[in-house]
Every structure is written in C-alpha cells, then in structure tokens.
C-alpha cells in the first residue's frame, strides 16, 4: 500500500513526537497520493494540477482564472499555463467574464467532460487504495474534518 512505507526505521520515527505531527502527516498522504494519482492520470495525459482544473472546468461553477489560481493556491501564471495545455487539447475553453469582461471563465467542452468522467473513476481507484487501511465512515470522517479544518463549520 502507497501510504505505510517499508522503509527500515520508519515504525521506529513513526512513533516519535513528529510522527504526530499533523503537517507532515498530511505532506506525508498528499506525497504518497500524489505518487498514485499522478501515475492513473498519465494514462490521460494529464497532472493532479491539470486534473483539478479540469475538475472545476466540469464543475457547472464557471470559475474564473483568478478563482482557479486562489482555490488551488496556484500562482495565476501556473494556472494558465495548465489552461492553455488543456485548452490545445480540445479540453477546456476560455470565454469572456459574465460581470468582468476582463475575466476568463474556464469551461469544459464535451471531450473534457468525456476525459474527467474516465480520469475520476481511476483516481477513486487510487483513494480507495491509499484510505484503504479506514473503514468508508473514517474516509468519510476524514474529509469532513479536512474539509472544516480548511473552510470552517460550513463546509
């Protein structure tokens, strides 16, 4: 499994007080995930950054690039960068702000829509292996916590 590693020594620093410690316990799971997520998408041609915005563009949500780049905690050159690929590839599409003409509102076109749905499902594939150690009620529990640690009791 992606997440426990056979290194020598790591039960023995596991159990030290940074074993504990919540940032590099969730560095720890972002880098083992990332390693998953990054090998299913390659079959896709595409990233976890590429896949996110790929993601939001089949959203329904309509973000700009500028929401794209805040709630990715992207630099905006990065997101577009990774909209222009996406964009070449047929992808997504780029059209003009409903409120603020000088935005970019990122969308999806049916060929990106066709490529997200068959990208989820390998990536749930590879969520499921990494939490496969948690029942689905502590998958569920962690992503709520996660999810209320970042925006609050709302979210």
């Known amino acids: 499994m992606a997440t426990q590693s056979t290194e020598v020594g790591t039960p023995r620093l596991a159990a030290s ?10 560095a720890k799971l972002h880098a083992a995930g990332s390693v998953l997520n990054n090998r299913a998408l390659a079959d896709f041609g595409l990233r976890e ?9 089949c959203s329904g949500l309509e ?14 050159s990065q997101v ?15 059209t003009q702000g409903k409120q603020d003409r000088r935005a970019k509102i990122i969308t999806s076109t049916a060929e990106g829509r ?18 496969s150690a948690l029942t689905t009620a502590e998958a569920d529990q962690l992503r709520a916590l996660l999810r209320k640690a970042l925006w609050g009791a709302g979210a």
């Open 49 to 57: 950054r590429s896949f996110s915005v790929l993601t939001l563009a």
């Open 17 to 26: 007080r940074i074993g504990n410690d919540i940032g590099l316990l969730l």
């Open 80 to 94: 577009v960068s990774l909209v222009d690929d996406l964009e070449r590839r047929g992808l997504v599409e780029r």
């Open 63 to 76: 973000p700009t690039q500028r929401e794209l780049a805040d709630f990715l905690s992207l630099d905006p």
């Open 114 to 131: 066709k490529m997200h749905t068959k990208a989820r499902s390998a990536l749930d594939a590879c969520e499921h292996e990494q939490l």
